[in-house]
């Protein structure tokens, strides 16, 4: 059988979970940087510059991953705009039945009042207390029945501009909650946690390997330059499985795990990196 000496298979890293492994990169990139800048280097060695500009991109890419995402607010939800509907109606009902209560003589848009009242609130306002959806239309069946009868101008007459702009307003935003006006959004695709996590891991080796690698007693300052840079790495100390292979207990107990995105698939519990990488759980 074929012996194969990658970085993949040589290198064992410390048990990590996602969140400790975006901290041991930034850790081992923070400390190439300060090594650079310390022995006033214009850049790295070329491998190892390669392979910490993969390190950096892996590690990007998992804190991309695994960082929360805010939900665009483009519509109010549904019982919010429900009870905005509702409201907005309650409050034109209550203004337009005091213009109605008023005698004749005290209004002189008395039977414009009366008939915008009958138009709209025949039955009063039961139909606010219907399912969505068909609240929706017959809050649209009326004011199309208010436009088509020119009843703005009542509106406008009785000085109740406000309350027929509130409708028109808490209308517009229940039909786009409800996505009758609007389509409903796609759901963002989910982000491949696990993906980058492995990849994250792999670049750690890679990394490991060529800063490894560099060291040669006969270049002056190569081995000191490769222990410095893996530093981080040789000190870190791993948490203790606990009983059943969890994560709790020892060192960075209650360091929280980086989040799977809505939908992602539940990463497995941290492993102890073995001399087989390839044998991490599937």
């Given at each position: 059988m074929a012996r194969s000496f990658t970085s993949?298979?040589?290198?064992?890293l410390p048990r990590l979970s996602v969140a400790e492994a975006v901290v041991l990169a930034t850790q081992l990139l923070t400390t190439a940087e300060a090594r650079q800048k310390e022995l006033r280097l214009k850049e790295l060695?070329?491998?190892?510059?390669?392979?910490?500009g993969r390190l950096t991109a892996a590690r990007d890419a998992l804190e991309s991953a695994t960082?929360?995402?805010?939900a665009a607010a483009s519509a109010p939800s549904k019982p919010k705009a429900d009870r905005a509907i509702d409201n907005a109606w309650s409050a034109a009902y209550d203004w337009l039945s005091g213009w109605c209560r008023l005698p004749p003589e005290r209004n002189p848009h008395h039977e414009e009042a009366l008939s915008l009242h009958n138009l709209v609130f025949k039955d009063g306002l039961g139909f606010i207390k219907l399912p969505y959806r068909v609240e929706w239309k017959e809050s649209k069946d009326r004011l199309d029945a208010i436009a088509a009868a020119r009843h703005d101008k009542t509106f406008k007459k009785l000085g109740g501009e406000a309350f027929l702009a509130n409708i028109q307003d808490a209308h517009d935003a229940y039909g786009r909650a409800l996505?009758?006006?609007?389509?409903?959004?796609?759901?963002?695709?989910a982000a491949d946690v696990r993906g980058a996590f492995l990849a994250l891991l792999?670049?750690?080796?890679?990394?490991?390997t060529r800063?490894?690698?560099y060291a040669d007693p006969d270049e002056p300052g190569s081995e000191a330059l490769s222990a410095a840079l893996l530093e981080p790495l040789a000190t870190w100390e791993s948490r203790p499985a606990a009983a059943g292979g969890g994560s709790e207990g020892g060192e960075g107990e209650g360091l929280p795990e980086a989040p799977a995105a809505p939908g992602a698939?539940?990463?497995p519990a941290p492993v102890e990196e073995v001399e087989q990488p390839a044998a991490y759980p599937a």
């Amino acid at each position: 059988m074929a012996r194969s000496f990658t970085s993949q298979d040589l290198i064992a890293l410390p048990r990590l979970s996602v969140a400790e492994a975006v901290v041991l990169a930034t850790q081992l990139l923070t400390t190439a940087e300060a090594r650079q800048k310390e022995l006033r280097l214009k850049e790295l060695p070329a491998t190892i510059a390669r392979s910490k500009g993969r390190l950096t991109a892996a590690r990007d890419a998992l804190e991309s991953a695994t960082r929360p995402q805010g939900a665009a607010a483009s519509a109010p939800s549904k019982p919010k705009a429900d009870r905005a509907i509702d409201n907005a109606w309650s409050a034109a009902y209550d203004w337009l039945s005091g213009w109605c209560r008023l005698p004749p003589e005290r209004n002189p848009h008395h039977e414009e009042a009366l008939s915008l009242h009958n138009l709209v609130f025949k039955d009063g306002l039961g139909f606010i207390k219907l399912p969505y959806r068909v609240e929706w239309k017959e809050s649209k069946d009326r004011l199309d029945a208010i436009a088509a009868a020119r009843h703005d101008k009542t509106f406008k007459k009785l000085g109740g501009e406000a309350f027929l702009a509130n409708i028109q307003d808490a209308h517009d935003a229940y039909g786009r909650a409800l996505h009758i006006t609007v389509p409903k959004p796609e759901g963002a695709p989910a982000a491949d946690v696990r993906g980058a996590f492995l990849a994250l891991l792999a670049a750690l080796r890679d990394y490991a390997t060529r800063v490894a690698a560099y060291a040669d007693p006969d270049e002056p300052g190569s081995e000191a330059l490769s222990a410095a840079l893996l530093e981080p790495l040789a000190t870190w100390e791993s948490r203790p499985a606990a009983a059943g292979g969890g994560s709790e207990g020892g060192e960075g107990e209650g360091l929280p795990e980086a989040p799977a995105a809505p939908g992602a698939e539940a990463l497995p519990a941290p492993v102890e990196e073995v001399e087989q990488p390839a044998a991490y759980p599937a």
